[in-house]
């Protein structure tokens, strides 16, 4: 462990006061992030969660939030041993929850960098907006905007969280240093850390790989296994498919989810890759248990919800897809909420039914539907509730999705229309105002 002088140094050098998070001014990160590698092991957790509250806030990155980047990745390096497991949610900065929900495909930085604009494009946007404005409380605000853009605070959300995510790739030569260290947390938090990364390919898979061949801890073996199925086009000297026959269900179930990817993303690599049905089977035998309670971060652990995503991608592939449907049936009721991924149910069942479904404005003769398709619209009409039908701030877009493919858009009309007990409620009911109770106070 080196000093915490070595670990911040040249933190003074940097203005904080002229950057900001979540709540202002970033003036208080020094404090915070000398406490996050200081001696009092309390003051340590509770930076770490001050920290992350102001520069990584529900997803959102800060113009403060890159200049952290490098001293936390020292923190992560050679800091004390529980901050240095913290440190490691360098992750978040670089990736939301909301970048791992399109798993198992990855993360397309191409899309990405294309998306966000620039604080160069916003600039002219602002002049032309001021150029062109006459009305003077229109004028103030743009010229507020513009000054707050040209002060270096990110303006728009994606260009943003791409400042912390190159921050944070500047610093991957460093952080491939944890991935062989002593505890198997911190070289499996560093391995899911390196998956983010398909741009440093070449510089992260070798080391993973390395780590691959010489772990024996099942979650770290597991993470390396998806990072490398996230980063390659291609199975390399067939290690994923070797480790489908671990004697660990969660490498195996990691190797499923990696060659998944391969399969999908990667057509062309696919006649060197297992059948789809054997890949498929091994998802479902995983998804058959409980989930080990050492897993990987992926998915925020929900890893049956991660499974439902996999099996949906392998079912173009498959001799059988309405018999990979009906794995995926299977799975949902394991489907848990976690504390970042609110009604994940719900979120899976519009996955399926925009794969499985075509618009219509007429509804579809439940018998004439496939079995696979039946026993999903069964099994949801036993699973969801009704605020998972309800609208946003409260509930889910599961109405709209529903009524889009001709289905019944309510709890009560989905159970009808498969056969179920209604359970008191009417089938031909609308779907009721959440905004209601609100208004009857």
Same mark, same amino acid.
């Given at each position: 462990?080196?000093?915490s ?8 050098d940097?203005?904080?006061? =002229? !950057? $900001? ?5 970033a003036?208080?990160? +020094?404090?915070? @992030?000398?406490a996050?590698?200081? *001696? %009092? ?9 001050s ?12 113009s ?37 929900y ?5 993360i ?36 507020e905007?513009?000054?707050y ?11 943003? =969280? !791409? $400042?912390s995510y ?5 610093q991957? +030569?460093?952080? @491939?240093?944890?991935?062989d260290? *002593? %505890?198997?947390?911190i070289?499996?938090?560093?391995a899911?850390?390196?998956g ?17 061949d ?24 067939g290690?994923l ?30 006649p060197?890759?297992?059948p ?28 049956h ?40 149910l ?18 579809p ?14 099994v949801?009409a ?27 858009g ?8 498969v056969?179920?007990p ?16 609100f208004?009857?106070?």
């Amino acid at each position: 462990m080196k000093r915490s002088d070595d670990l911040l140094a040249g933190l003074d050098d940097i203005d904080w006061s =002229a !950057l $900001r998070h979540a709540y202002g001014s970033a003036e208080d990160v +020094p404090g915070q @992030l000398r406490a996050a590698c200081g *001696p %009092d092991e309390k003051a340590r957790e509770s930076s770490f969660s001050s920290l992350f509250g102001n520069i990584f806030h529900q997803g959102t990155r800060y113009s403060a939030s890159p200049y952290a980047v490098p001293f936390l990745t020292r923190i992560a390096v050679a800091g004390p041993a529980d901050a240095r497991i913290n440190a490691l949610l360098l992750t978040r900065l670089a990736v939301d929850w909301h970048d791992e929900y399109d798993l198992p495909l990855g993360i397309d930085t191409a899309a990405w960098r294309t998306a966000a604009i620039s604080p160069e494009e916003n600039l002219r946007w602002y002049d032309e907006q001021i150029a062109a404005e006459t009305d003077e409380e229109r004028l103030k605000n743009l010229g507020e905007g513009r000054k707050y853009c040209a002060a270096g605070h990110p303006v728009d959300a994606r260009e943003g =969280a !791409l $400042r912390s995510y190159d921050a944070v790739r500047a610093q991957l +030569p460093a952080l @491939l240093e944890p991935l062989d260290d *002593p %505890d198997p947390e911190i070289r499996t938090r560093t391995a899911y850390l390196l998956g983010w990364f398909p741009e440093e390919a070449d510089t992260t898979l070798p080391p993973l790989l390395a780590r691959l061949d010489s772990e024996r801890n099942p979650a770290c073996v597991a993470t390396v296994l998806v990072a490398v199925g996230l980063l390659t086009d291609h199975d390399p000297d067939g290690r994923l498919r070797r480790h489908l026959d671990h004697r660990h269900p969660l490498p195996r179930w990691a190797a499923a989810t990696a060659l998944t990817r391969l399969m999908a993303a990667h057509p062309t690599a696919a006649p060197d890759l297992p059948p789809a049905e054997r890949i498929a089977a091994e998802l479902a035998a995983f998804d058959a248990g409980p989930i080990p309670e050492a897993a990987t971060a992926h998915h925020a652990g929900d890893l049956h919800s991660y499974t439902v995503r996999s099996l949906l991608c392998l079912m173009d592939a498959a001799e059988d897809p309405d018999g990979v449907l009906l794995e995926i049936v299977r799975t949902l009721p394991r489907i848990v909420e976690t504390g970042v991924s609110p009604r994940p149910l719900a979120a899976r069942a519009d996955n399926l039914l925009k794969a499985l479904f075509e618009p219509s404005d007429t509804v579809p003769v439940f018998a004439e539907l496939s079995q696979g398709r039946r026993e999903l619209l069964t099994v949801l009409a036993e699973l969801l509730t009704a605020e998972d039908f309800q609208s946003w701030p409260f509930g889910s877009d599961l109405h709209e999705r529903f009524t889009r493919y001709g289905l019944p858009g309510t709890r009560p009309a989905l159970r009808a229309y498969v056969g179920l007990p209604t359970e008191g409620e009417d089938p031909n009911a609308p779907l009721a105002d959440p905004w209601a109770p609100f208004r009857d106070r």
